[in-house]
T-cell receptor, first 115, second 113 residues
């Protein structure tokens, strides 16, 4: 199975700082990438998707994709204590012979934003 | 996106019994996915359920242990059979309405004693 790697953390940042979360993946053919936020005891919530190289911004969130380096990141500007959660990186895997698709998840990075 | 509900939200079951988890979506979707998230772990795909065909199981998961039904385009069930404490986990269903982004239900927290 293709792999998705994340630093488990915790990543600790002060309120108002930029949090940078990183993810690498092994399947060079991957085309679709997703970031989920999961609060303790809750299910994952999709916060960003990115399909092209470069940056994609949505409010305080910016996803960055570099397919050549097989690297995707999530930046959270002006971090708030409410951003404290586990952030999961997911990569879509497509089986060429069948077209069957599935998401492969990283282990997640725990982010702690201190007031 | 989609509005997804799961029943039950949590349950405590005895070893050797079975539990059926229901997943209901507010719109018709082709594929529904069942995941497991063990304590402190990430998500692992159990199987993909298409309406009108047999579910596709991932390596390490078998139909006898995790039978799945998909009677229509808005509903699916996952049964955890002959449970052991190792099955204690959160079970999540998800859907991909547009074929790309995937959305998760609230999950079912299962404890096996």
């Amino acid at each position: 199975q293709k792999e998705v790697e994340q630093n488990s953390g915790p990543l600790s940042v002060p309120e108002g700082a930029i949090a940078s979360l990183n993810c690498t993946y092994s399947d060079r053919g991957s085309q679709s990438f997703f970031w989920y936020r999961q609060y303790s005891g809750k299910s994952p919530e999709l916060i960003m998707s990115i399909y092209s190289n470069g940056d994609k911004e949505d409010g305080r969130f910016t996803a960055q994709l570099n397919k050549a380096s097989q690297y995707v990141s999530l930046l959270i500007r002006d971090s708030q204590p409410s951003d404290s959660a586990t952030y999961l990186c997911a990569v879509r895997e497509v089986k060429m012979n069948t077209g069957f698709q599935k998401l492969v998840f990283g282990t997640g990075t725990r982010l702690l934003v201190s007031p | 996106s989609a509005v997804i509900s799961q029943k039950p939200s949590r349950d405590i079951c005895q070893r050797g019994t079975s539990l059926t988890i229901q997943c209901q979506v507010d719109s018709q979707v082709t594929m529904m996915f069942w995941y497991r998230q063990q304590p402190g772990q990430s998500l692992t795909l159990i199987a993909t359920a298409n309406q009108g065909s047999e579910a596709t199981y991932e390596s390490g998961f078998v139909i006898d242990k995790f039978p799945i039904s998909r009677p229509n385009l808005t509903f699916s069930t996952l049964t955890v059979s002959n449970m052991s404490p190792e099955d204690s986990s959160i079970y999540l269903c998800s859907v991909s309405p547009g074929g790309s982004e995937q959305y998760f239900g609230p999950g079912t927290r299962l404890t096996v004693t």
